[in-house]
């Protein structure tokens, strides 16, 4: 079973920026889609941004696009989310997961579906005020 710790959660205000890192012992990213997601109070999990170890695309949800950037640091076998301009909107408990990649996969369509992925972190509170 893949352990990932999820960690950088915090409390900022409207405006500010956090990093969140999704690190993974015990086993290498490479190979591996690394998937954020989050689920804020009373709402379904959703996916906020995605990257593909096995060729580099990302993806992002339409929400965050333009504030939020993706990245992989393999050789310390950590995916960052760098989130900057955050908006009381982005509270919620991040998580990260990860799959490995087949081609059969979608991902353009279904990188953010929950589903797809067995292995994930436990989370890091987000918490924006306005």
């Known amino acids: 079973e893949v352990q990932l710790q999820a960690s950088g959660g915090g409390l900022v205000q409207a405006g500010g920026s956090l990093r969140l890192s999704c690190t993974a012992s015990e086993f290498t990213f490479e190979g591996y889609v690394i998937t954020w997601f989050r689920q804020a109070p009373g709402k379904e999990r959703e996916g906020v941004s995605s990257i593909n170890n096995s060729g580099g695309s990302t993806y992002y949800a339409n929400s965050v696009k333009g504030r939020f950037t993706i990245s992989s640091d393999n050789a310390k076998n950590t995916v960052y989310l760098q989130m900057n301009s955050l908006k009381p909107e982005d509270t919620a408990v991040y998580y990260c997961?990860?799959?490995?990649?087949?081609?059969?996969?979608?991902?353009?369509?279904?990188?953010?579906?929950?589903?797809?992925?067995?292995?994930w972190g436990q989370g890091t509170q987000v918490t924006v005020s306005s």
């Open positions: 997961a990860a799959e490995f990649y087949m081609p059969t996969w979608d991902l353009p369509t279904g990188w953010d579906n929950s589903g797809e992925y067995d292995n």
